[in-house]
């Protein structure tokens, strides 16, 4: 008989415990990044082995190669946040379940976790709270700068400053989106770009295109006809206190027109749940939020791996379960997270905001963001953002890879619910291979800048 040393107890007791201590930190055994030194990539090391298996925490009721759903759901209630337990006990939602990653290159981008390694140590912040090289000025200079975070504002900070994990980036995306009864409200089309200004890993010149800007991100619809051409531009500064310029431009008004700072807290277009705020799950300047802390530091359910729809050429994947019959979420696989950090922030700086705080839950391994829930300032949950993440590479699976320009499999999200739980109407946003007019998801193509990112640009692209 196997003795189990290190039960679900334990994990539960530790992770318990160093949270009430304010010891954050990564591992069990040894931090993250030891055990990745130690074993070639391979996380194993720094966690119990029954710490791995979700057989254990669900007591058998959920297993690897299985589906969760309404009638095993209970057995892991505590590692999902509240509104995707409420899609699968109530709304027949389906998840698929797989068997836990331990190899840290599939749950980011290649260059980035080159970056990450071979600058850890060197980040820290400075007396206004921004990321600087240790001992200098200097902005970040690629990767991640705190893989061992001691502390909320580090992991949330080290996120913020690189969202895609590329220097530069193109998505196709489209986004259906639903009604209460799942019925198909409205279709759009757009094409997504980031460029960092700092923290470049890959392209020339690195590490700085300019030190001042963090990113330009460009958010531009390709359709339907009525909203087509419709285009928004993001401009972070590097220092996180102040507030990004936005400009967008309106067909109607056939003009550049540069919106408020509460324009964060709005659909982009008419129908949808998804706001500029809401990007990536850090979707403003980390410092124009606060109060951070963590509340939660355990085990969770994420979707990390698997969930590319590599045997179709454009990366189709329809909604496959809902209530009744409907179609309503994607197929998503998701699979036991070791070790999460659930952290809380206020919009500290935005007094309109209707958002009175939001819930984040990070992947302390990659430090990748996996779900968000935001509170409305009644304190009543309001909205529900949830990734779906892949390495487009199904090489094993006899299908193909999606290269980087460096040669290696490209690393990125797939699909994205985000829901609004008041209304109970649903986004289902898909990263797809390509759209009507040419364009094509890429990443590091050094011409996006011109093309996307300058009001000249914004304007071509309008008309």
Known sequence: MHRIKYDKEYTRRYFVE?????VLGTGVFMPIWDAIQKGGGDISAAYPEEALTIETYSKGAVKSGGVLDASNVDSVKDL????????????????????????????????????TDRNRGKGGFDQ??????????????????FPNPQNAQEVVAGHTLSWGRHDQLIF???????????????????VWVEIQGTCRTVLDPKPYKDPNILRWNTSFFTGPTDVAGTSFLNTWQYDATEFPDLHGFIPAFKRIRRFPTTQRFDPMVPGTTFYLSDAWMMGDPYLTWGNYRVIKRGPCLGAILDNWAWNDADWKKPPVSGPNGKKRFFETTMELIPESFVIE????????SPVGKKWIWFDARSLCPLTMITFDRRGQLW????????TYDARDKGGPAFMEPTGHPMWSWVQVHSSDLLSNNISLLHHARSLPGGYQTKMNDPGLYENYCTMQALQQLGA
Request: aromatic share 10%; charged share 25%; hydrophobic share 25%.
């Open 18 to 22: 160093q949270t009430a201590k304010g």
């Open 345 to 352: 922030c206020e919009p500290v700086k935005y007094p309109r």
């Open 383 to 390: 909205k529900h953002w949830e990734g779906a993440f892949d």
């Open 128 to 145: 206004k709270g921004n990321v600087r090289v240790k001992g200098t000025t200097d902005p970040w200079i690629g990767g991640n700068p």
């Open 80 to 115: 999902m946040d509240p509104a995707a337990y409420m899609q699968v006990k109530q709304q027949g939602r389906i998840i698929k379940i797989k068997e836990v990653t331990t190899d840290i290159n599939k749950l980011s981008p290649y260059d980035y976790l080159q970056a």
């Open 172 to 190: 196709c995306v489209t986004d259906d989106e639903l009604n209460s009864n799942s019925e198909p409200q409205y279709h759009y089309e757009f």
